[in-house]
């Protein structure tokens, strides 16, 4: 009886000394950074564990596995435990083993997010160790647009819908959130606009939801052509334009063709101009375009021709070529002549609209076509605006005043001279000056001149002529003006009777006159006396001129007879 006391008491010894002595899980520490950001952030959270077996030959824990509750936050919201936790082999007393793992931030809510890590012995389940941590979301405003472009073509007098879809990507609310465009003036160069509009014009949208947006595009009556391009963004209390995203947007108008689009039994094919064809800035485009009647019966048809600057949404030109009739299956040949600007440059595009139509059924008869020009900037070249003069019926003595305007339209700076010539005139010529290229703003001048009619100018019409000379290269200009009240006849003009001055034209008003200065030349003592005489009557020379023969033929009497 006593011997099995003793064994027993040996026995709860034993079993004392393993409960005491056994390996202990536990969380040294747990550790998170950074403690907050906003959603789509990743945060890393670090820990140590240790076995804690106070035996210095206590037992080894084969692994310790680490579970997370989710992350509970503010009004229910939550985030989802960690997918992938870290597994500690073989611990040894006393022996701390670190780890990690990391939890992606949703857009949830903002505010404080509490989980649960427990680490448990996988050998024994009753050792355990359970820590909490603490992560905080960011309140971020964030936006994104579902739609990727918005791309409006149409005509005039067209309203065109597009839908685009916005969603709240944050995590709070947006208010009175806007959908806009960085796109300005949308007026064709007379005047005629493009409105655009949203419905509705504002929304608050909620974290996570989509709100669509139906944008409008308006084009006003008439509006002739235009091709703007920008970006759309959005504005929200909470959201500035510099924090917006923004999508392409583009809003091509073009010319109202055929009012009803390419219909009808008409069929044209454009001989000239062609895709890619390269004219000249200054130059003549030819137009010719064939058109054939597939109707049944005879119409008379007609060709229209546009030309466009379509970077800087303008109409250049517009003809109209002779109407003619054709009888069913019968063609014809159709030409006009579009005028190109002097100013073209070839870093802008051009396109030639040409359509063919019934007359009085354009709506149900009607082809169009395009095409895709090239302008070939010149390097030297210099035009005259005007050549203006007033009066304009001068008469003999007055003075005459004038302007000449001459542009560069080439690319090169030029230093030209100015010249001035008439039948009545001596030349004048005007002091060189500079004229920046086309791309220059002082690419013009103003030559101010005047000239005196002399006082001996038959009346009539003369002509003056306005030069510019540059580069090895001259261009003229012409204006006709009348002398009137003058009944004598004419003298060579006196030099140095008129003055000139060059004026380059930097947009100020440069309408000053230039005075002419009055030059008398030396006369001989003959012509004063011719001057002095021209006033005797002419009756006084006749009787001067008989009274001389009959001198002479007393004075031929007399010497013939001494003679004898």
Known sequence: MRKGLIALIIIFSLLATSIFAAAQVKFVSVTVNPTSGKPGDTVQVSLIVNNTDTDPSGSTIPSIVLASTQLNGPNNAVISAPASLPTFANVINGTPQSGSFSVKLPSVAPGVYTGTLTATDSSN???????????????????????????????????????VTVQNTGNIPLTDLVVNTTLGDLNDDQGRKVVLSTNPQKATIAPGSKQDFEVSAAIAPGHDLLKATGNMYTTSVEIAKDQSPTIPIEVNVVPLTCSSGNQGKIHIDVITPDNGDEYEAGAKIPVEVDVDNRGSSRARFQVEASLYNIDRSRKLDRVLSDSKSLDASDSARFTAELQLPVDARDSDSYVVYIKAFERGSESTNCQFVSKDIQVKEIKDRIVINSLDISPLTPSCGDTVYGTMRVTNTGTNTQRPTLSLRSEIIVQQTSQSFVLQGVDGTDNTGIWQFSFKVPDKTPQGQYTLVGSVNYAGLSTSAQQTYQVVNCNIQPVPPVPGSGSTTVTPNTGQNNATTSSAATVYAKKSVFDQLGSALDNVPTSFWLFADMVLVLAFLVLAVSLARRRR
């Open 125 to 163: 389940p009753l050792n355990k160790d359970i820590k909490s941590y603490v992560v905080t979301v960011n309140s971020t405003p964030s936006v994104a647009f579902v739609t990727s472009s918005v791309l409006f073509v149409g005509r005039e007098s067209d309203t065109l819908k597009q839908t």
